[in-house]
């Protein structure tokens, strides 16, 4: 029995040939989902962001088989699973994947929404005067659920109504009532769920962080570290200084409890710790300072044994 190789038309050689060009060339490699994403707005996302990325949208099949076929070179396998789950993509660029991922976040807009589609969020109409004069929507307000009277000749919304719970259907009367309230809850844009650069793949919960906030989060934890490596009485670069000034003063505190002079102390190095102890003073880390600051600690620890035994 004969067998036959399905036949590959030549267009989908060509689109699978420029897919690998493209994979092979760029060094970040993103993948967006375009579910629910209009053909419109997809066309204008592209033209704003042309400076800063290529994006190329094919069939999955094709986007697997360029993958598979450059494997060799670069392994992209791992977006794959990706792929899979959404209706994707190709995002290619040379730019650092996180700034790119924000360019991307600061190009989405938002739409009204439509009936059947699902709840981004709570979505809820506070009370307060609204622009309608007095009239039938009243009673198209009450059909939506939305407790509304007549105060000084303005419709007023009473109190607050949710009109759809996140992760649920919006209806057809609270998708209307939206569009009138000039409330679109609905945010279209590119959905980007996995960058890969030098092999590293990041998912969007890890993409998705404001600088502002990790620059927080990284002097955040540098203080944190110091602040253990001092409790410890590790010596680094950045813990010396403090180790210096709080040896310096603890063995102080502890000689006027025992009544020891502390003169036995050369006065450079005396002169060199009160310095170091300066909170706007900048040290850099050197043996010599370490050989000093464990000195200073030792004797610290030979007059807490001292007090310990009176």
Same mark, same amino acid.
């Given at each position: 029995?004969?067998?036959?190789?399905?036949?590959?038309?030549?267009?989908?050689?060509?689109?699978?040939?420029?897919?690998?060009?493209?994979?092979?060339?760029?060094?970040?490699?993103?993948?967006?989902?375009?579910?629910?994403?209009?053909?419109?707005?997809?066309?204008?996302?592209?033209?704003?962001?042309?400076?800063?990325?290529?994006?190329?949208?094919?069939?999955?099949?094709?986007?697997?088989?360029?993958?598979?076929?450059?494997?060799?070179?670069?392994?992209?396998?791992?977006?794959?699973?990706?792929?899979?789950?959404?209706?994707?993509?190709?995002?290619?660029?040379?730019?650092?994947?996180?700034?790119?991922?924000?360019?991307?976040?600061?190009?989405?807009?938002?739409?009204?929404?439509?009936?059947?589609?699902?709840?981004?969020?709570?979505?809820?109409?506070?009370?307060?005067?609204?622009?309608?004069? &007095?009239?039938?929507? @009243?009673?198209? +307000?009450? =059909? *939506?659920?939305?407790? #509304?009277?007549?105060? !000084?000749?303005? $419709?007023?919304?009473?109190?607050?109504?949710?009109?759809?719970?996140?992760?649920?259907?919006?209806?057809?009367?609270?998708?209307?009532?939206?569009?009138?309230?000039?409330?679109?809850?609905?945010?279209?844009?590119?959905?980007?769920?996995?960058?890969?650069?030098?092999?590293?793949?990041?998912?969007?919960?890890?993409?998705?962080?404001? &600088?502002?906030?990790? @620059?927080?989060? +990284?002097? =955040? *934890?540098?203080?944190? #570290?110091?602040?253990? !490596?001092?409790? $410890?009485?590790?010596?680094?670069?950045?813990?010396?200084?403090?180790?210096?000034?709080?040896?310096?003063?603890?063995?102080?505190?502890?000689?006027?409890?025992?009544?020891?002079?502390?003169?036995?102390?050369?006065?450079?190095?005396?002169?060199?710790?009160?310095?170091?102890?300066?909170?706007?003073?900048?040290?850099?880390?050197?043996?010599?300072?370490?050989?000093?600051?464990?000195?200073?600690?030792?004797?610290?620890?030979?007059?807490?044994?001292?007090?310990?035994?009176?």
């Amino acid at each position: 029995m004969n067998k036959h190789k399905a036949h590959v038309s030549e267009k989908k050689k060509i689109e699978v040939s420029y897919l690998k060009e493209l994979l092979q060339k760029n060094k970040v490699v993103l993948i967006a989902d375009l579910t629910s994403l209009p053909a419109a707005q997809l066309q204008s996302i592209k033209t704003k962001l042309k400076k800063d990325l290529k994006i190329r949208v094919t069939k999955k099949r094709l986007l697997k088989i360029a993958i598979e076929d450059i494997k060799q070179q670069r392994d992209l396998t791992s977006l794959i699973p990706y792929i899979d789950k959404t209706m994707p993509a190709l995002l290619v660029t040379d730019k650092d994947p996180f700034s790119i991922y924000t360019t991307i976040k600061r190009s989405k807009s938002f739409v009204a929404a439509k009936p059947g589609q699902i709840a981004p969020s709570e979505l809820a109409v506070e009370p307060g005067p609204t622009n309608f004069p &007095p009239g039938p929507i @009243i009673g198209e +307000l009450g =059909q *939506a659920g939305i407790i #509304a009277a007549v105060e !000084a000749g303005k $419709v007023v919304i009473k109190r607050r109504s949710i009109l759809a719970k996140v992760g649920e259907p919006i209806s057809t009367k609270a998708a209307g009532m939206l569009a009138k309230l000039g409330v679109q809850p609905i945010e279209i844009g590119l959905n980007v769920v996995v960058a890969l650069e030098d092999g590293i793949v990041y998912g969007k919960e890890v993409l998705d962080v404001d &600088p502002e906030t990790y @620059i927080k989060n +990284l002097l =955040q *934890a540098h203080y944190e #570290a110091v602040s253990l !490596a001092v409790g $410890v009485s590790y010596i680094t670069k950045d813990s010396v200084r403090v180790l210096l000034s709080k040896a310096y003063r603890e063995v102080l505190g502890m000689s006027k409890n025992l009544n020891i002079e502390v003169n036995t102390e050369p006065e450079d190095i005396k002169s060199e710790i009160k310095e170091k102890s300066k909170g706007n003073v900048q040290t850099a880390y050197s043996e010599e300072d370490a050989k000093k600051a464990q000195e200073v600690l030792n004797r610290l620890k030979e007059y807490d044994i001292k007090k310990k035994s009176v």
